[in-house]
Each structure stands twice: as C-alpha cells, then as structure tokens.
C-alpha cells in the first residue's frame, strides 16, 4: 500500500465565497511522483506535466488533480462527499501501485473522445428528453464520461450501435 494516510482540507472557492461547492485537498503521508504516469494509464487523464509531477482527470464534472504529495478535488457538494471521492482516488493510486508491474506507464495525455463525432450519430432534434437543453451539451457531457449512449432516449438502431462501439475504446472514471 502505498498512501496509508492522508489529512483533509476542505474550502469554498476563493473567487466567489458565496458559492455552495467545496474544494477538497487530500495532503498525503507519502510522496506518491513514481505513482503519476501509473494513475494516468488507469484513469485517463486530462493533462500531465512532468515537473513538477501532476496528473489532472476528470469525474462527472469535478476536475481531480493528483500531485506527488496531495490530491485536489474541486466542485464537492459536502464534507461527506470529499471524503467519499478521496478515498476513492486514494484506492485507485494504491490498486495502480499494486499492480505497477502489469502496468504501463503513461507519460501523455490519453485519447479523448471527440465532440463532434459524438454529436453527428445524435438525433439533434434538441428534445431535452435526457435533461439536457440541446444535443451540443449533452455530446459534451458524453467527452467527460458522464453521460452515454443509453442515456439519449431519442437514439436508437444503428447510429446507438456505431455510439457504443465509439465510445468503448475509452477510459471513464467512476467512484461510485
């Protein structure tokens, strides 16, 4: 096991202290820099820099960036809920460390579903069935891993087939 503990530092964001989401800063017991490129092989991340060692990934809308001695989570709707998403990402370091051997690590930035090849098998009727108000949103929720195929109820038949498939060859994160 490579993090045993870490300590909790929770905040509202600086640019606004009206806003009701917390930021979370999980300060780790262990510096965790040979652990980077492992997390990003498994997780897929959005941007990686090598110095100082950083990998940030994306989470159904929360942006999660793993340093070499902290964890920052941003966009957290309680204490229950940082310390929830915490431990998920510390499990997730700890498992990629276990098994570092059958693991290849990532030094770039893993391929990302693309936006419009997402919107072109879409209906595009805008119908706000999926709870989105147009299809352009609801493609981009599907880039970040937090919306799919099964979630447009217009979409069917061939076109839900080909969205599948697409969307199988990449990595999506969930801490549920």
Known sequence: MLIKNYTIELSRPGCNASFQSLNCIGHLDVDIS?????????????????????VTFKVHGRLITVYSDKISINA????????????????????AWEKRQEITPEYEVPQK??????????????CRECGQPTCLVFSTLVTQGVKGAED?????????????????QFQFSDFS
């Not at 498994?42 to 060692?53: F, N, R």
């Not at 957290?76 to 498992?95: C, G, P, Q, R, T």
């Not at 076109?159 to 199988?168: A, G, I, P, T």
Request: one cysteine or more; a negative charge.
């Open 76 to 95: 957290l709707s309680d204490a229950d809920e940082a310390k929830k998403v915490l431990e998920w990402v510390k499990n997730e370091i700890n498992d």
């Open 34 to 54: 040979e652990a980077i490129p492992l997390i990003n092989a498994v997780l897929g991340g959005a941007s990686i820099t090598k110095s100082p060692p950083s």
């Open 152 to 168: 447009c109820p217009g979409l069917a038949g061939e076109n839900k087939q080909l969205l599948v498939s697409y969307l199988s």
């Open 113 to 126: 579903p693309e936006l419009m090849k997402i919107l072109k098998l879409l209906p595009k009727t805008n």
